[in-house]
């Protein structure tokens, strides 16, 4: 937790996106990314340089992952795409409840293991038709293994520094789940661990020292808990109504970045936060976990080496 003077989240992108979501940190490029959902965008932010770059996605992007050879893994509306950064191009390499065209892919995040975590959910938000999946690399082809049922909103997921714990959130109903994370990946024992009200939890980090941080949508604010479920100071996002979830990045992972909407913003509040949907930063004294890039296929691991 920060034990300095409550942090005062700044502006450093003036973005206003509409559905700002899904920051995480690159430590190969020393760079953050998040999305626009609604803007089909994906875009990466370059602290040290200030330089900003944006790539327009075919669906309605729910979360990036950087991979280990550089590209990013994608949850687009219907499944996993890679994208490469560096030209642009989305290749999809899975898709997700075909079944189900309501349904989209939302937050992501990867697990000291290397394991993909993510959640669909109802595009429409009224529907119980969301799930909970985990994604693993085998050989040059994807496994992805359904974990949970019942979701209107998913968002999430975040692990404990010590692997054994994975939240969850049901957005509509307030609701963080927590589950016991054993070593193969599988999840068990899911039960309450807090409620939000006056808004509604959206993503979720957990820093090094196992501290929930979540955003709060229509709540203009970020909570916090301890391990035990005990709540820490709330830390207040003036510039937006909507604050979807937090990032920990900067070379000793201190800085926080936090995503943020304008979607669903009356115009009155809109004009008293005109910056809503940008993206904000903050100092903190403890420092995130140590990102773990998704595992590229063995064929793109292997297309550098010389032969013969």
Not at 253 to 275: C, E, F, G, S, V
Not at 283 to 290: A, K
Request: proline share 9%.
């Amino acid at each position: 937790m920060n034990t300095a003077a409550m942090p005062q989240p700044h502006c450093v992108w003036d973005i206003r996106a509409e559905l700002g979501e899904g920051p995480v940190w690159s430590v190969r490029e020393q760079a953050l990314y998040f999305v626009d959902i609604v803007g089909q965008a994906i875009h990466r932010f370059h602290p040290a340089s200030g330089a900003r770059a944006s790539w327009s996605a075919p669906q309605r992007p729910g979360f990036v992952a950087p991979v280990s050879d550089g590209t990013l893994m994608c949850g687009l509306k219907d499944g996993l795409y890679c994208l490469d950064p560096a030209t642009g191009v989305f290749r999809r390499d899975v898709a997700v409840e075909p079944d189900l065209p309501g349904n989209r892919i939302n937050d992501g995040s990867v697990d000291s293991k290397g394991r993909l975590w993510f959640g669909t959910m109802d595009d429409g938000e009224s529907t119980p038709s969301g799930a909970l999946y985990s994604v693993t690399r085998e050989g040059t082809g994807l496994s992805v293994l359904r974990h949970d049922e019942g979701y209107i909103v998913t968002n999430g997921p975040g692990i404990s520094p010590d692997g054994r714990r994975l939240y969850h959130n049901h957005s509509p109903a307030g609701i963080i789940y927590v589950f016991d994370l054993a070593e193969d990946g599988s999840l068990s024992n899911r039960r309450v661990f807090a409620r939000i009200d006056d808004g509604y939890p959206d993503g979720v980090v957990v820093d090094s020292m196992g501290n929930l941080w979540v955003g709060v949508w229509n709540g203009g604010r970020i909570v916090r808990f301890q391990p035990d479920g005990t709540s820490l100071p709330s830390i207040p996002v003036p510039g937006a109504l909507n604050v979807t979830k937090v990032a920990f990045g900067g070379p000793d992972l201190r800085t926080a970045y936090i995503t943020t909407a304008r979607k669903n913003t009356p115009p009155d509040r809109l004009a008293q936060m005109p910056q809503a949907g940008s993206l904000f930063s903050f100092q903190v004294d403890v420092p995130g976990q140590q990102p773990v890039p998704f595992p590229a296929a063995e064929l793109a691991a292997l297309r550098d080496i010389p032969l013969g």
